[in-house]
């Protein structure tokens, strides 16, 4: 009898398969990356920066009914992935490379710069990336919405030991 549980097939996926690779993908900024946790299902991801073990990244969704003032909507003609894609700038982290799985899509670097700069509250005058109206208060939806995203960006996220940091109490 096996312990294995199936993962549940991300819906989000590559106008063209990508070829056979490595498990862990040499990943380049603006990539969208699958990434695999230790449980549950796996996530997608936009590369927005690289370390050598591991990757800062943004959780994508292909939920864009949900988009914030400080989300970018992409067309699949801009990722090269089949639908639209929800890329959420204020939910980002760390991720060990060896959780990406494989890319299945990719913007320009630019891009994905200008999508950070959205997430931390500076850039709403592109017109080009798509977004959403702000979440004016904690009655709207999509409020609950963004904490379950967060939810599931955790589930990959690295923790500081796996990125060699300590973290100390501090002294008088």
Known sequence: MSNETSRPRLEVVATVPPPPGPTHPDVRVGHICVARPDEGPDVLVLVTDLADDHVQALLCTDDDGIATETDAVLAPRITGCARRLLVHGDVAGSVLRT??????????????????????????????????????????????????????????????????????????
């Open 99 to 172: 959780r990406l799985v494989r890319s299945v899509g990719r913007v320009d670097p630019e891009i994905a710069r200008r999508i950070v700069l959205r997430g931390c509250g500076m850039d709403f005058n592109s017109k080009d990336l798509g977004r959403g109206s702000p979440i004016v208060n904690d009655s709207d939806p999509r409020w609950a919405a963004k904490m379950d995203r967060v939810e599931q960006l955790r589930t990959v996220k690295a923790r500081a030991s796996e990125l060699g940091l300590k973290i100390t109490g501090l002294r008088p």
